[in-house]
């Protein structure tokens, strides 16, 4: 597996960031579990280290009918979720389902990555919240439990709730001093993404 790792590393900040901690040579699986272990071990150093004015990470679904919206309504101000455009202010994680991907137990193989990922973004930009948005009409929802709850509103918008409560309830063990607030987000009579509700409330980012 490694053997597909041993091209030019990769030139984003982050990935320029570890590289600058020693760990380019280990491999990309070596970069993983290291970054993981350190990241764990040492968050608060880095953070006062990060001077971006970084604010937060974007967690949401792959699905590609929903970037345009979420990316939309993530550079302008939202009362109750952030006060100032986000954009250039965020980092983001994308998997199916968003938060339903990080908690629901068919996705289960994913949550470790998920959650280096976001050791990795606390140490290396000083973040303070974990943005959540997730979506109606999710195909992930269907394959993590179901289409009968898919089709369901209603059931479809608990789904999408008790994991972003249950990703708030496990926030609280691994990185306690992020904020958090989930998002939902629903399609109008045109089936464009426009109805936004809050799913896990959290304090407005400034
Ligand atoms: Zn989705």
């Avoid at 939309?72 to 389902?97: C, E, I, R």
């Avoid at 193989?109 to 140490?123: G, Q, Y």
């Avoid at 059931?155 to 958090?180: D, G, K, M």
Wanted: positive net charge.
């Amino acid at each position: 597996m490694t053997e597909l790792f041993r091209g030019p590393p990769c030139a984003c900040a982050t990935c320029s960031d570890l590289i600058g901690q020693g760990l380019a040579r280990r491999g990309f699986l070596g970069l993983l579990t290291a970054s993981a272990a350190s990241l764990a071990l040492a968050p608060v150093t880095a953070r006062a280290q990060s001077s971006g004015g970084y604010k937060a990470m974007l967690l949401s679904c792959v699905d590609p009918r929903t970037q345009a919206p979420i990316a939309d309504w993530m550079n302008k101000p939202v009362p109750q979720s952030h006060a100032t455009s986000l954009l250039g202010k965020y980092s983001q994680f994308t998997f199916a389902g968003g938060a339903v991907g990080a908690i629901a137990p068919a996705f289960a193989a994913w949550r470790e990555t998920f959650w280096a990922n976001l050791a990795a973004t606390v140490s290396l930009h000083g973040i303070g919240t974990l943005l959540v948005v997730d979506h109606s009409d999710c195909g992930a929802v269907g394959i993590a439990y179901g289409d009968a709850v898919k089709k369901d509103p209603r059931q479809e918008l608990a789904a999408h709730r008790n994991c972003a409560l249950e990703l708030r309830q496990q926030l609280l063990t691994r990185q306690p001093q992020l904020a958090f607030q989930a998002w939902y987000v629903d399609r109008d009579a045109d089936r464009n993404f426009t109805k936004w509700q809050v799913l896990a409330g959290g304090p407005e980012i400034p």
